[in-house]
């Protein structure tokens, strides 16, 4: 039990184009989902930690209109990564947190961006 | 803000010997915090955590320690094997009212493990 899927797994794009990243929990439900940005060689860095139903809250630094999210199940949240740059190509990931009680997160496989 | 910091960065140990792994936090109100190995290109495996009410667990080769007065814990992997090679990161998830359990992360350190 308890998995995350992001589709897609790679993307290629041209600049000034958006992206869509999608998250899934596969066999529960996810009271919070969390996206977070990795770039060759470091840390997870936060980027937005999203309630179903309501408008996700951002950490610093993270332009919300750069990079819309819609949580608009349980099951499903989004990132789309609007018009890209090659400064956005990174390693995306999302993790989610179940319903009742549990505070682990769960980690999707990441999606590879890269903005040519 | 609340802050993480982990170290090594880089860690090389021989087969079979062990390994320490630290991270100190600033947010006194943590509460949780897990370990997290991860491949390159994959995601973070969880391996091990533990909650601010213990102060140590053990799971087979690996172990945690926390030390609420000093604000550090640690992970402790014994008997190293080359497939524990990785690069593994701590976390901490702050408590409060308006928290969602969000974590922040240590930079990582890469564990090197030479046959």
């Known amino acids: 039990g308890a998995v995350v899927s992001q589709h897609p797994s790679r993307v290629i794009c041209k600049s000034g184009t958006s992206v869509k990243i999608e998250c899934r929990s596969l066999?529960?439900?996810?009271?919070?989902m969390f996206w977070y940005r990795q770039f060759p060689k470091q840390s997870l860095m936060l980027m937005a930690t999203?309630?179903?139903?309501?408008?996700?809250?951002?950490e610093q630094g993270v332009e919300k209109d750069k990079f819309l999210i819609n949580h608009a199940s349980l099951t499903l949240s989004t990132l789309t990564v609007t018009s890209a740059h090659p400064e956005d190509s990174s390693f995306y990931i999302c993790?989610?947190?179940?319903?009742?009680?549990?505070?682990?997160?769960?980690f999707g496989p990441g999606t590879r961006l890269t903005v040519l | 803000g609340e802050n993480v910091e982990q170290h090594p960065s880089t860690l090389s140990v021989q087969e079979g010997d062990s390994a320490v792994i630290k991270c100190t936090y600033s947010d006194s109100a943590s509460n949780y915090f897990p370990w997290y190995k991860q491949e390159l290109g994959k995601r973070p495996q969880l391996i091990i955590d533990?909650?601010?009410?213990?102060g140590e667990k053990k799971d087979q080769r690996i172990a945690v320690t926390l030390n609420k007065t000093a604000k550090h814990f640690s992970l402790h992997i014994t008997e190293t094997q080359p497939e524990d090679s990785a690069v593994y990161f701590c976390?901490?998830?702050?408590?409060?009212?308006?928290?969602?359990?969000?974590?922040?992360f240590g930079q990582g350190t890469t564990l090197q493990v030479k046959p």
């Open positions: 976390a901490a998830r702050a408590r409060g009212s308006s928290n969602t359990g969000k974590l922040i």
């Open positions: 999203s309630n179903e139903g309501s408008k996700a809250t951002y």
């Open positions: 066999d529960f439900q996810a009271t919070t």
């Open positions: 993790s989610a947190r179940r319903l009742a009680g549990v505070v682990e997160q769960f």
């Open positions: 533990i909650r601010s009410n213990v």
